[in-house]
């Protein structure tokens, strides 16, 4: 990262208005923050041109501690806040970076008052407990200034880490581009996503609609699944909290 292209771009660099042509969403990334100042400042003004071209927009705060000081992030966030309408964040997120700190200590109500305080439209979270190497609990929770809404906590296993919360946040994005008013869907949708990216190794995420109407849907618990490596498919029976599986044909996952 520290050699990338991406540390010297700057916002003169772009043409919005060809940029922004025909699209319905932009996401950016708190990475990109930490990238250079002029990268930052390229992130920050990309969210103002997108937002007032009426275009959705999407953040992840995935803030890094090695890549920019505490101090600095403290700044740049709340600039990126004001012109965000999906946001991807803890709870530690909105009180150290934006300095956001309402009287109530309710979880809950943390997320739905910044909901409400900085405008956006969603608020999507996730907890993780690791019980192991390879195995941990994920629970995914999203939030709109009116209410919360919840997916079903899942234990499963691990093949691959790299690149989850990214699968999280991009499971989530598609959901709300076939349906913005269904942010509970969309939250299934990252959850899936999420999970079934753990199952395969490299760091993208390629599942598509239809995978996650076949695989991620039937991310259930007590499950019998039937593995055929030759295939790279897994069959899963049961009612309730494991992931199925999707690896690479040949490979042996577990």
Not at 141 to 151: C, N
Not at 158 to 187: H, P
Request: hydrophobic share 40%; charged share 25%.
């Amino acid at each position: 990262r520290g050699d990338s292209a991406a540390i010297a771009m700057s916002p003169s660099d772009f043409p919005w208005d060809e940029v922004f042509q025909d699209a319905a969403l932009f996401h950016g990334s708190g990475v990109t923050l930490a990238l250079s100042a002029s990268a930052a400042e390229t992130l920050i003004v990309a969210m103002g041109e997108a937002k007032a071209r009426g275009i959705k927009t999407s953040f992840d705060f995935n803030y890094r501690s090695h890549m920019l000081s505490l101090e600095l992030a403290k700044e740049i966030y709340p600039r990126i806040a004001e012109n965000v309408d999906i946001c991807f964040c803890s709870a530690w997120d909105l009180q150290t970076l934006l300095g956001f700190e309402p009287e109530e200590k309710d979880e809950d109500r943390l997320f739905q008052d910044a909901c409400r305080h900085f405008g956006w439209d969603y608020i999507f979270t996730k907890k993780r407990k690791i019980l192991s190497a390879r195995r941990q609990n994920i629970e995914a929770i999203g939030y709109t200034a009116e209410k919360k809404f919840a997916a079903p906590k899942h234990r499963f296993e691990i093949y691959g880490r790299i690149g989850a919360g990214d699968a999280f946040a991009a499971g989530a994005i598609a959901g709300l581009l076939l349906n913005y008013e269904d942010g509970k869907k969309a939250l299934d949708y990252g959850t899936a996503n999420c999970i079934l990216k753990q199952s395969i190794s490299g760091d993208q995420s390629k599942f598509t609609v239809e995978d996650h109407k076949h695989i991620g849907n039937r991310i259930i618990s007590n499950a019998t699944i039937d593995l055929d490596p030759d295939m790279g498919t897994a069959s899963v029976k049961g009612t309730a909290t494991y992931t199925a599986l999707l690896f690479i044909p040949g490979s042996t996952p577990y």
